[in-house]
């Protein structure tokens, strides 16, 4: 049986004491959970200058001072070397290692990003009792690359869009647009619907991340921006350093996802 | 009587020509009206974090590549140069001069950044028919520095927000929180309503930019963030060089205002 938290914070805390190593879904229900960059000081501008440019994949949520680990906004002064329960580490844009904490890494001339989720979004389709099917599968989402483009920003260049999809009845479909609209923070309303042929998704069936789930005969997939542009940008432009969390393995907050409800 | 114009294009054509060099309200209704900044490229990471870390008073809805006049998401390759009526030249943070044509000021290592403002709420709140009192009263929104603190980013450190301010009963003020909600991208919902001392304004008939208006009997003044904090983080700053619309001759773009609408 999975262990849960009462807050946010009782899980980084977990996380900080090696105590928690594993996947953060629903470990602390209701708390905002984010995904994780970090980057060379002299990439920060092309980045959030990207993110700025694409912000329905890349809803930047809290940037950190150079150098510095600790957490204003989404956390009170988490530290963002221990409190993600698994890293990964990127150099000149291939995975080299896997870690659990990565105070050892870091230097004076970082600086870390906090992006928003779908996690946060999943909780009000939820909440409207809307079947969200990877959840009902006890699967992870099924993301695609695509051939939607990317706003180019300094050596950010030629980044291709990536989407995860959640089927539903055209009824739903309709709920969840209105649904998402309500949080522009964190990807907002959908980018496409219906025909994966035409944003360059050759067969549904087959993933390029995350799993593949069911969809019912007369199901739309409905496509949303996803977090895992700005990493995808990131290996593309082949920094000499980047750090992101572990998929699955995310930030989680002391807001609330309701705060990120416009 | 005031000439109008068909669209944006046109009237960014005249201000091009040098045949308008007035004020922009009015003149092309229903498209995006826009605040400019022009800062030199290695202000421009600390500028656009300012502006993540507050996007109540500084929404930035496009960024220059680094020494290009050309916009591409606003307008259609308009030249930020000339497509603007008036400018106004800061150096060291004291006000140099005031221009209709930047042309001979530009350099390669500049970057511009256009702002939304509120000109494309007020066009909702005046489409549901609430008495937008400035507009009433034929005079410019009042505007009032307050002693809500910005984010800090960077150089740009102790930042007073500034604040504008409409007036009206209890039920409009709920109405006109409900329409500028949907604009998150152009300030969004107000950050205050009531008692102007609870912000630092101690005098709401004396506006620091900007004109007094009537505030009757029984209402509330609303304030929302407004597009002059981002001049006013970038004076108390102090870059060598700034470059910004003067007030009320805005950037008018291709897009409309209801583009911005979420």
Redesign the interface.
Known sequence: MLKTYKNGKDLRDACRRQEHTGPTPGLATGYIQANLAVLPADW??DF??FA??NPKPCP?LE?GEKGSPFTA?LADRADIRTDIPRYRIYEDGQLQDELTDISDLWRDDVVWFLLGCSFTFEQALLSASLDVRHITEGVNVPMYKTNIMCQSAGRFQNVPMVVSMRPFGPEDAIRAVELT?DY?AVH??PVHLGDPGAIGINDISRPDWGDSVTIREGELPVFWGCGVTPQMAALVAKPPLMITHAPGHMFVGDKKDYDYK?
């Open positions: 920060a501008y959030l200058l700025q440019r930047v940037v906004v609209r522009p907002g309303s416009i």
